[in-house]
């Protein structure tokens, strides 16, 4: 791999002419942030990764702002050291695949270790001046974006290595108009763990330490090399070590080193380590945040952690995103490993099963290298929109819109999906309705019954876009298109011309 960190991967889109400095002042605070709608620019001309140099109501203006490094499907791709996106998930899938090829983490002393250059205890937190902030859109508080967060299983001591929002609360303004204490502000933050019931291991674990009686040890690793973080969002069966998994797919161990107040291990060349604790029947109301489908979160209920200890690399650099009505920065960051996780499980089963894309408004695509009559059964292509629900892992369960299509669909081209429903499709007899599955949390259309507002069942519908041959037809028209290579060598030809 050619970067071991963040900065590694920062020089890497630089040479490739797809990051730039940007020195425009822009307005980074609450309530008149320009930044969501930079976002949406940026998406909106499939533009490049920007270094923010110069920034407006910042609180710590000394340290530039990365913004959107993830934007397109070929950035993430760098990620695994590919430029062709179906080959990064091809790794991805493989390596999760194969626990052999897994690879521990190595430990480093602390000096040879760069988050620890600079130490800031327990007595001189003071998080307004210690972690930078900037804010987006119409949300409350600013938001941590850019970390991944580890904790131990209570019983087991095995680590959990996941991508979870934190909530700053300095300067934060509350869902129902009330105040964060000073104290809150100062050296608190929430944590976007859904525990009541368990929404993920974070939260696992941390109902598993209230049903002991025990606080539980938090790190926060901010803006770490990308490999971690894809790890991290890679829904891994619980118990496993998503640190091994990271080794995997870089080739060659993580550098890790302990940390100074608590027995948790951290990515040594992390640019910002913060260190804490949740604290026992703390739950703190947080919002309004934004979610990745596209809607304001009013509120929420999460549990509140103190830092007690901080440490940083010399000239440290900080990352900030928004979720946001889809496309955004770390959707395809997002969607990488849930496509990876999916063409892992299905090929496994199902060797007919060619790609899987998901669409950053997660609607999941499926090609498979067959149709017609080439189909190994009549029905094939339901039985692979069940074994999409019925996948191991976090995410297949919860794909709400899943589509079959066969090899001459590009599933990355959505008019071409809709060719095919509107060509391939009858809406009664290739659809399946599924009225108990699984719910994407933050779904706003599915009921919540939870205490915490998070949906926990959802409707799903799985289209079969495949050609229906046996199963009402013996033939099928022939498919009238010009092939990507006699595109490819006329637009050659005429390169110039107008």
Same mark, same amino acid.
């Given at each position: ?209 209230? =049903?002991?009686?025990?606080? $539980?040890?938090?790190? @926060?690793?901010? #803006?770490? +090399?990308? &490999? ?112 990876? =996780?999916?063409?892992?499980? $299905?090929?496994?089963? @199902?060797?007919? #099963?060619? +790609?899987? &894309? ?112 046996? =199963? ?14 006699? &595109? ?11």
């Amino acid at each position: 791999m050619q970067f071991n960190d963040m900065r590694g991967y920062i020089d890497v889109l630089r040479e490739e002419g797809l990051l730039h400095d940007l020195d425009i002042q822009l307005n980074v605070a609450r309530e008149t942030s320009e930044l969501q709608a930079l976002m949406r620019h940026l998406h909106n001309e499939n533009g490049p990764a920007l270094m923010l140099n110069n920034l407006e109501g910042y609180n710590m203006p000394e340290i530039p702002l990365l913004f959107n490094p993830y934007g397109t499907r070929q950035r993430t791709a760098m990620i695994l050291g590919e430029h062709d996106p179906l080959k990064a998930k091809a790794k991805h899938a493989n390596i999760l695949a194969d626990q052999s090829t897994w690879i521990e983490p190595n430990v480093v002393t602390r000096e040879d270790a760069p988050c620890k250059q600079n130490k800031i205890i327990e007595k001189d937190i003071d998080l307004a001046k210690q972690l930078p902030h900037a804010w987006f859109g119409k949300e409350g508080p600013s938001y941590i974006t850019n970390a991944i967060v580890i904790t131990k299983d209570p019983e087991t001591g095995i680590p959990n290595t996941g991508c979870y929002r934190l909530t700053q609360l300095w300067n934060a303004s509350h869902p129902h108009g009330e105040i964060y204490s000073e104290e809150e502000q100062r050296r608190c933050l929430s944590i976007f763990a859904f525990w009541n019931p368990p929404g993920n291991h974070i939260g696992l674990h941390w109902a598993k330490a209230q =049903e002991m009686g025990k606080p $539980l040890e938090i790190a @926060i690793a901010c #803006v770490v +090399d990308p &490999v971690i973080q894809l790890a991290g969002a890679t829904s891994l069966p619980f118990g496993l070590d998503e640190m091994n998994f990271a080794g995997g797919l870089k080739g060659e161990a993580i550098d890790v080193v302990p940390c100074e107040t608590i027995d948790i291990e951290v990515p040594a060349r992390s640019e910002f380590i913060i260190e804490g604790q949740f604290l026992p029947n703390r739950d703190i109301t947080i919002g309004p945040h934004s979610n990745p489908i596209g809607y304001y979160d009013d509120e929420q209920l999460f549990p509140l952690m103190e830092v007690q200890c901080i440490t940083h690399r010399d000239e440290p650099i900080w990352y900030s995103t928004m979720e946001m009505m889809p496309p955004f920065d770390h959707n395809y960051m997002a969607v990488l490993p849930i496509e990876g =996780e999916l063409l892992s499980d $299905l090929q496994t089963k @199902i060797p007919e #099963v060619n +790609d899987v &894309v998901v669409t950053p408004n997660l609607s999941y695509f499926v090609q498979l290298s067959v149709d017609g009559a080439q189909k190994p059964h009549p029905e094939f292509g339901k039985y692979v929109l069940h074994a999409v629900w019925g996948a191991s892992g976090r995410w297949g369960r919860t794909a709400k819109i899943v589509v079959v299509v066969g090899p001459d669909v590009n599933p990355y081209d959505l008019n071409e999906v809709e060719w095919a429903i509107l060509t391939r499709v009858q809406p009664q007899s290739d659809t399946i309705i599924n009225q108990s599955g699984q719910a994407f949390l933050m779904d706003p259309s599915a009921p919540k019954d939870s205490s915490h507002g998070i949906a926990l069942q959802s409707e799903q519908m799985g289209i079969d876009a495949t050609i229906k041959v046996y =199963e009402r037809f013996h033939s099928y028209p022939e498919y009238s298109n010009a092939d990507q290579e006699s &595109v490819s060598a006329i637009a050659e030809k005429l390169k110039g011309s107008f």
